[in-house]
């Protein structure tokens, strides 16, 4: 099946620092690309939509500013957590769809960001 | 707009009972419906997924899941549970309205006792 591998898993910094999240797309090419916050014991928040070449959709809610999305190609997204806060703390998804075909949505692995 | 109820946060199950978690959905067109798992600290796995034709939908573990249109449904069960089927569920729907973007339940933790 296809694969979707995110990096870092775990990632803990500072405050006021910056932290980037990769998920990458490993054996297809995917056009669109979601990424989800996930809180402790609930269930996946959508985040954003990336699409490869133009700017992410965010849901209502989410600051811009803050988490900045980046496609710039057939097989990668970036999330940054701009001066990332204690609040910021969470479970990152991202998750992938292969190009033209939209019946499934591959997950990657998460990432555990820890704001100190 | 499409949405998913996933009834009971927590399961409990003796190893080797019968597991029964249970989703329903809301849509306008027939959905695209699917189970994922997921472990601790662990993105999603599919599990299983119904789009179109046979409404009984076989996937991995041992799991399966029938598509009941009249009732909105989309429960997922397995036979006899194992210790390792311990995780938060989750069912989902998309293929709504022009969008593929799925849309998840709030989630069910399953707990197997020994």
């Known amino acids: 099946g296809a694969v979707v591998s995110q ?12 932290v980037k999240i990769e998920c990458r797309s490993l054996d297809f090419q995917a056009t669109t690309m979601f990424w989800y916050r996930q809180f402790p014991k609930q269930s996946l928040m959508l985040m954003a939509t990336s699409n490869e ?10 600051e811009k500013d803050k988490f900045l999305i980046n496609h710039a190609s057939l097989t990668l997204s970036t999330l940054t957590v ?3 806060h204690p609040e910021d703390s969470s ?3 991202c998750s992938a769809t292969q190009t033209g075909i939209h019946t499934e949505a591959f ?6 960001l820890t704001v100190v | 707009a499409q949405s998913v109820t996933q009834l009971g946060s927590h399961v409990s199950v003796s190893e080797g009972a019968l597991v029964l978690l249970r989703c329903n959905y809301s849509s306008s067109v027939p959905p695209y419906l699917f189970w994922y798992v997921q472990y601790p600290n662990q993105g999603l796995q599919l599990l299983l997924k119904y789009t179109t034709g046979a409404t009984l939908v076989k996937g991995i573990n041992g799991f399966e899941a029938e598509f009941k249109k009249s009732e909105t449904s989309f429960h997922l069960t397995k036979p006899s549970a194992h210790m390792s089927d311990a995780a938060e569920y989750f069912c989902a729907v998309s ?3 022009g969008s593929y973007i799925p849309t998840f339940g709030r989630g069910t933790s399953l707990i197997v006792h020994p």
């Open chain 1, 7 to 18: 990096h870092p898993s775990r990632v803990i910094c500072k405050s006021g620092t910056s």
């Open chain 1, 53 to 62: 070449g133009s700017k992410a959709t965010y849901e209502q809610g989410v």
């Open chain 1, 82 to 84: 701009t001066s990332a």
């Open chain 1, 91 to 93: 479970f990152y998804i």
């Open chain 1, 107 to 112: 997950f990657g692995q998460g990432t555990r």
């Open chain 2, 95 to 97: 293929g709504t309205g």
